[in-house]
T-cell receptor, first 109, second 116 residues
């Protein structure tokens, strides 16, 4: 079957760095997406990986290891506005995104 | 219209009533999706459409139907609503096609539905 595993909740301090891990099992693989979702809002796209390695985008970076079925999202210089849920979503052989339940990130001052 | 819109924003519905949630996109995306999101369960796919004129069942299709008469619109119908269909419903679209990057999904603002 298809499965996504992320921590349910994480807490970090403003200005710090946090890494959100995601392991996945899918039928086929066509890239992995990370989305951010603030409470009461729709998910918005953060990053995309299709090849192994690190993709950097400002304060946010995402890493992929296809052989390990593993990805992480790295958030640097945390700001209070980064308090949100972070959703890991690999695309399967049919190009359908398989969604994890998400990691709720709480930022403390 | 800019992007993807949904209507209504929220709705309270009596059990047994019929309800259609509307979704329209102006990005000329091929693929469209309907998800429901319940606390602690993440996004679950209800139905999808890879191109106008075709639809497919997702993970939780029972009690829901969709149509895709044209590229822009993808309405979701609850034929006879039940309380377990209380949820937040998101419509999404993607360019679709063979390149993996085209699977980035763009989401509408959501419809909060309560069935009593």
């Amino acid at each position: 079957g298809q499965n996504i595993d992320q921590p349910t909740e994480m807490t970090a301090t403003e200005g710090a760095i946090v890494q959100i891990n995601c392991t996945y099992q899918t039928s086929g693989f066509n890239g992995l997406f990370w989305y951010q979702q603030h409470a009461g809002e729709a998910p918005t796209f953060l990053s995309y990986n299709v090849l192994d390695g690190l993709e950097e985008k400002g304060r946010f970076s995402s890493f992929l290891s296809r052989s390990k079925g593993y990805s992480y999202l790295l958030l640097k210089e945390l700001q209070m506005k980064d308090s949100a849920s972070y959703l890991c979503a690999p695309a399967d052989s049919n190009y359908q995104l398989i969604w994890g339940a998400g990691t709720k990130l709480i930022i403390k001052p | 219209i800019a992007g993807i819109t949904q209507a209504p924003t929220s709705q309270i519905l009596a059990a047994g009533r019929r309800m259609t949630l509307r979704c329209t996109q102006d990005m000329r995306h091929n693929a469209m999706y309907w998800y429901r999101q319940d606390l602690g369960l993440g996004l679950r796919l209800i139905h999808y459409s890879n191109t106008a004129g075709t639809t497919g069942k997702g993970e939780v299709p029972d009690g829901y139907s969709v149509s895709r008469a044209n590229t822009d619109d993808f309405p979701l119908t609850l034929a006879s609503a039940v309380p377990s269909q209380t949820s937040v419903y998101f419509c999404a679209s993607s360019r679709g096609g063979g390149a993996a990057v085209y699977n980035e999904q763009f989401f509408g603002p959501g419809t909060r539905l309560t069935v009593l």
